[in-house]
């Protein structure tokens, strides 16, 4: 297949936005996978943020990060990413250049604990203030789990409605998949 997968295409957006030295964020860390592959394009003189509300995803990804001898160019928190702009020194607030979330339930663990919309939205738009120009949010939507459908749709109005003066919001999606497979929403700041 020639298109770009969702998950690879999250990756070819972060890596347009992102250069070595950059300051980025990854919203939800889950098992660590994109925390890893944000501290590699980061660079050694780079940072990132991560945040996750599970003690479990902190130690997996803690864990993964120092077996690729990474964990230097990252600060975890074990809270919600709703609290980024407070987490973030303020030095280095309008320097953020990329940021990820990958929402839904974290595989493996309990899928009670998902991602709501009200603080998906709220992190978004506080990320949207403090990256700097040029920076993109990728939204990876999985819709397939109970409340799925209602974080999609929260998320997909509130893009729909951000100013085009402020942000640029692309959507990348398989429409003619079964099972539904997750989608992307970008956001470039303007
Ligand atoms: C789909 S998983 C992330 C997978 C991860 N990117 C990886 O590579 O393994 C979603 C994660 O979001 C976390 N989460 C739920 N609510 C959150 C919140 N308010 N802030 C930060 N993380 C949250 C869950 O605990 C879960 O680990």
Known sequence: MKL?????????????????GDIVVDATIGNGHDTVFLAELVGE???????????????ATKERLIQHSLLER?????????????????????????????LGYLPGSDKNIITEPETTI?????????????GII??????????????????????RHLDQKF???IRYQFINQQHNPPFIIAIEKR
Not at 4 to 20: D, G, H, M, S, Y
Not at 45 to 59: N, P, R, S, T
Not at 122 to 134: R, W, Y
Not at 147 to 158: F, H, K, T, V
């Open 74 to 102: 990252t600060t975890l928190f074990h809270e919600g990413h709703e609290r980024v702009t407070q987490n973030i020194p303020l030095e280095e607030h309008g320097k953020i250049t990329g940021a990820i979330f990958n």
């Open 45 to 59: 003189h780079g940072k990132v943020y991560g945040f996750d509300v599970q003690e479990q995803a902190i130690l």
């Open 138 to 159: 990728v939204l990876v939507i999985y819709h397939g789990h109970d409340g799925g459908d209602i974080e999609r749709d929260a998320l997909l109005n509130y893009c």
């Open 4 to 20: 770009e997968r969702i998950l690879p295409f999250a990756k070819t957006l972060l890596q347009k936005a992102v250069k070595n």
């Open 167 to 169: 942000a640029h919001v």
């Open 122 to 134: 709220d992190a978004v738009s506080q990320l949207l203030n403090i990256m700097a120009p040029e």
